[in-house]
């Protein structure tokens, strides 16, 4: 049934509380999970700014993409342990966007993900990864609402 479970995390506890819904279902079913990092991408008008600036956000790009890695790998070797097969993705560009690319290319049969459970102006602020999902997902999508804390 579900094969293949994507996983998008984003470092936060909030985030880590779709792992024990999933681990049950892997468990359950024999699947493997895949653990998403995304890293949003930062544009920066070159014009009047100095190329060390440039290079700044380069090396900060360079930095997450090593803090994904290390994070995902904490996460990944946890799930492991449990017996559970996992690998991990990590892909720059906005949330939405590659947490539908990655779905795709590893023929996720699930999305599953905990959302903030931001409403009204929070969402308008902040956005909601959930929601733009929600709206363009071709395939089941599991959403728990993390609690405070």
Do not use: W
């Not at 803090?67 to 690998?87: D, N």
């Amino acid at each position: 049934m579900y094969n293949t479970i994507l996983v998008p995390l984003d470092g936060s506890k909030r985030a880590e509380a779709i792992l024990s819904h999933v681990e049950e279902m892997a468990r359950k079913l024999g699947g493997r999970i895949v653990l998403l990092s995304c890293i949003e991408q930062e544009f920066v008008y070159a014009g009047d700014l100095e190329i060390s600036a440039i290079v700044h956000k380069d090396e900060d790009k360079m930095q997450q993409g090593k803090t994904a890695k290390s994070y995902l790998k904490e996460v990944q070797t946890k799930l492991e342990q449990q017996g559970i097969v996992v690998s991990t993705r990590i892909m720059q560009g906005p949330p939405v966007e590659a947490i539908l690319t990655v779905a795709t290319q590893e023929n996720a049969d699930l999305i599953a993900i905990a959302s903030h459970g931001r409403s009204g102006l929070g969402r308008v602020f902040y956005g909601s990864v959930a929601a733009g999902i929600l709206q363009r997902v071709d395939r089941p999508l599991l959403i728990i609402r993390a609690q405070e804390g």
